[in-house]
C-alpha cells in the first residue's frame, strides 16, 4: 500500500505557514471552504464550479481554469484557511474529489491539449496535494490517507519519465520541484534515483535561468519572484533534510535577490512587464531608499531610474534573453511618479485564442514602436535583435540607449535621458529603413490620469493637479499625428491594460503616427512637476 511508504515526520515542513502562503495561488481561502460544503469551487475571476458532477478532461473550460482546477489548489486555500481558524471544514469534501479524481483517470495517459495532464498542471497537482497531506493527515483516514498517498506516488512517477519532463524552462523547475518534494517524504524503492534526478534538473536549470546580472532571464519581475522563491525553496529542502547544497545555489539566490530592490516601486509593487498581474506582486519589501539614483542591468537589458524624495521610479528595457513569458515590448518605458503614470498593459493571461489576450502582448500594448500594425509570434527567438548598447550616470544626467532590429528591414534606436536637476526624462528615438512603413508609437497612462491632448504636447494631471507635460517633436520636419485610442476596438485594438487576467480595462493612450516615413527622428520630452 502507497500510504505504508509513507515518512510521516517530514510532512511537517509542508504544513509550516511559510511553504502554504508560499503556495497559495488564490486570496480566497476565506470562503472557499464554505463553497466547497455547498459543492462549489471558486476560482476567481473564472465562473465557480459545480464540483458534485465535475469532467475533469472537460476542454471547454478556459485554459486557465482548467489549469486551476487540475492542479487543485484549491486544497492549499483548505490548508490556509486550516492555519488561520483551525476549521477543517471542506476537507471530507475535498478527500471526495480527489477519488473522484482518481477513479476518472485510473491510468495516467498524457493526451495533447488536455489540462489532466499538462505539464506545469501535474507539478501544481503534486505540490498541492503534499500540502494537503501534511495539514490534513491527522483527521483522515485511513482509506483518504491511501488514496492521497497513491495519487501522490502516480504523479511523483510521471513527473521522473524523460518523455513528460520539458527541461530548462519554468514548468520544468515546477516538474523537477515537485518530483523531489514527493521522492522526500516517501520511502518508494525509486526515491533515492528520483532525489538524485531532480538535484541535477534543478541544477542546471536554475544555472541557466539567470542572466550574468543575476535576473531570471523571461522578462517577468513575476516569474522572477516565483522562479527566485522556487530557488530559495530548492535550498531550504537540501537543508531540512541533509542534503548536500552546490555553493553556486546561494551565490545565485544572493545575486537574483537584488533585482527585486529595483523593480519595486515606492508603492512597494513591482512594474508589470511580460506575463505578471497585479494580483500576484503585492506585499513586496519595502524598497530601499537609494536617493537619485541610476541602476544599469547592461547585460540584461534594463535600467532604473529612482528618486526617493520624488517617488520616482522609471524603467527602459532593452532585453530579450528568452521567449516564455516575453512581450512584444521591446525598447519599452514605463514610469512611476507618486502613482503610476506610464504604464505596462500587463499580463492578459494564456487564452491564447482571445483576441484582447494577443492585444495585450503585442507592441500595440507597450510604450514603444510598432511598424506596419505586426508584432510577432510569442515564440519567436531574435535573441540577437534586441540589446542595450550603453549606459552612464553623470552628476547632470543619467541616460541608457538600446536598439531593436526585429522587423526585417527597420532599426528603432531608443535612448532615455533623465536630468537629475531638472526632473525631466528625454525620449530620443531614431528609427531607420530603406522602405517607407506606417510607424505608430504608444503611450499607455494609468486610468486615474486625465490627458490634455494639444497639437505636438499632452498635459497630464491626477486629481485635478497638473504633474507632467509630454512634448514631442520630430526632427526634418516629418509629418505626425497625435491620436487619442483609449479602449479602441478598431482598426485595431488598443489602449487597454489588464489588473485582472482576461479582463481588459480601458486605461488613457495615445498614439503618435508617422504614415509613409522611412526614417524618423522624434524626441519626446517628459517634464514632471513636483
Known sequence: MASELLIKE????????????????????????????????????????DCSDICWNDTTLPRSLARALNGFVFLVTLAKNYLETNDTIGFNRAHLLIKDFAEQNPAYIVEKGSMV??????????????????????????????????????????????????????????????????????????????????????????????TSDGIHNEHSPMYHAVVLRYLDEYINLLKMYDLEIPPQMEELSAKAHEYPKHYTRHDRKAFLMG????????????????????????????????????????????????????????????????????????????????????????????????????????????????????????????????????????????????????????????????????????????????LEIQTNSINVYRNEKLIATMTITADNDENFIIVEATGQDTPHIQGYRFRVVTTPEPTPTIEVIFEKCSNVKMTTKIQLFN
Open 10 to 49: 517530514r510532512l511537517s515542513y509542508f504544513s509550516s505557514e511559510e511553504v502554504i502562503t508560499a503556495e497559495l495561488r488564490f486570496k480566497t481561502h476565506r470562503v472557499m471552504p464554505k463553497y466547497l460544503e455547498q459543492d462549489i469551487l471558486s476560482f476567481p475571476p473564472y465562473p465557480d464550479v
Open 117 to 210: 495532464f499538462h505539464d506545469e498542471t501535474t507539478a501544481l497537482r503534486a505540490s498541492s496535494l503534499i500540502i494537503f497531506l501534511a495539514t490534513s493527515l491527522e483527521f483522515s483516514t485511513p482509506a483518504q490517507i491511501e488514496v492521497l498517498c497513491n495519487e501522490i506516488l502516480k504523479t511523483v512517477e510521471l513527473l521522473s519519465q524523460e518523455h513528460f519532463f520539458v527541461g530548462n524552462s519554468n514548468h520544468g523547475m515546477f516538474q523537477s520541484v515537485s518530483l523531489l518534494k514527493g521522492a522526500l517524504i516517501f520511502n518508494h524503492p525509486e526515491s533515492n534515483n528520483w532525489i538524485a534526478l531532480a538535484e541535477k534538473r534543478l541544477n542546471e536549470y536554475f544555472l541557466s535561468a539567470f
Open 275 to 450: 506575463d505578471s498581474t497585479i494580483s500576484t506582486m503585492i506585499n513586496l519589501p519595502m524598497p530601499p531608499n537609494n536617493g537619485k539614483s541610476f541602476t544599469p542591468f547592461e547585460n540584461t537589458g534594463y535600467a532604473f531610474f529612482e528618486d526617493s524624495e520624488l517617488k520616482l521610479n522609471a524603467c527602459f528595457s532593452a532585453c530579450f534573453q528568452h521567449y516564455y513569458h516575453k512581450h512584444n515590448d521591446d525598447l519599452q518605458f514605463i514610469m512611476y511618479f507618486d502613482g503610476d503614470v506610464l504604464i505596462d498593459a500587463g499580463g492578459p493571461g494564456y487564452e491564447y485564442e482571445n483576441p484582447y489576450v494577443e492585444y495585450g502582448r503585442s507592441y500595440h500594448a507597450h510604450n514603444t514602436l510598432c511598424v506596419d500594425g505586426a508584432s510577432f509570434h510569442r515564440r519567436n527567438r531574435d535573441y540577437e535583435n534586441v540589446n542595450m548598447t550603453q549606459t552612464n550616470n553623470t552628476p547632470e544626467y543619467a541616460t541608457a540607449t538600446g536598439y531593436n532590429k526585429r522587423y526585417p528591414d527597420v532599426v528603432h534606436e531608443r535612448t532615455v535621458n533623465y536630468f537629475w536637476d531638472n526632473n525631466l526624462f528625454e525620449i530620443i528615438d531614431n528609427v531607420t529603413s530603406d522602405n517607407t512603413h506606417h510607424y505608430c508609437f504608444s503611450w499607455h497612462f494609468d486610468s486615474a490620469l486625465n
